[in-house]
């Protein structure tokens, strides 16, 4: 059984780094880029494009060239962003990676213009999901349940 978390990332531990929807811009505005940037866990001008940041608590997954760029990016790029992901916490085991994706409404949808129940999708189709990766108990449901239908 796969580790979720519930509510909100408040704070994280020395080994745990949050993981959000990025651009491959520096601009960190919006969503959840704001709360990791809110937080120190990134910096507000850092350059965040499948990268960890400078002070490793965060990591900026790009689903989107730039802010107000809704699908910008095609579901075959976000996986392969996702791919790029997924290797980098293969290679960091002792690193916990929380996706701050949710459940709210598995039709609404993100900043990169795509709706939960996509990102779902994407997260499952782009390979062998790491151990080390903790979603979010309502989007990892949704998943599972997608899941039971493909």
Do not use: H
């Amino acid at each position: 059984m796969r580790e979720t978390y519930s509510g909100f990332i408040k704070k994280l531990e020395d080994n745990e780094v949050f993981v959000f929807g990025s651009n491959d811009k520096c601009v960190q505005g919006g969503g959840a880029a704001l709360i990791a940037s809110k937080n120190d866990w990134c910096g507000r001008r850092e350059f965040m494009g499948n990268r960890l940041s400078d002070c490793g608590k965060a990591y900026g997954l790009v689903t989107v060239e730039g802010p107000g760029q809704p699908f910008s990016l095609t579901p075959e790029e976000i996986c392969s962003n996702i791919s790029k992901f997924y290797y980098f916490a293969e290679k960091n085991p002792s690193l916990r990676f929380f996706i701050a994706y949710t459940n709210e409404d598995p039709q609404q949808t993100s900043l990169n213009g795509y709706r939960t129940i996509d990102m779902c999708v994407f997260f499952m189709q782009c390979g062998k999901i790491p151990d080390n990766i903790v979603f979010e108990d309502k989007f990892y449901e949704l998943m599972l349940e997608i899941g039971k239908n493909i």
